[in-house]
């Protein structure tokens, strides 16, 4: 007799507009942050760990 009752408690609701559209101006759905920085930071330090593990692994094959 209860279950009808808590039942309509349960029911999610729809999910906001995530905006974006196109010619709305909005930022995009992921936001509006630039990433190109980022991204040249982490390929200069994948590069300068890389060499740094080339150039120990070359003075411990040379010793």
Do not use: H, W
């Amino acid at each position: 007799m209860c279950s009808p009752i808590f039942l309509q408690n349960i029911f999610a609701d729809q999910p906001p507009d995530p905006g974006g559209g196109p010619g709305s101006g909005d930022d995009p759905v992921g936001g509006g942050s630039p990433i190109g920085g980022g991204l040249v930071i982490l390929i200069v330090m994948g590069t300068a760990y890389g060499s740094k593990k080339v150039f120990n692994a070359r003075n411990k094959f040379l010793e």
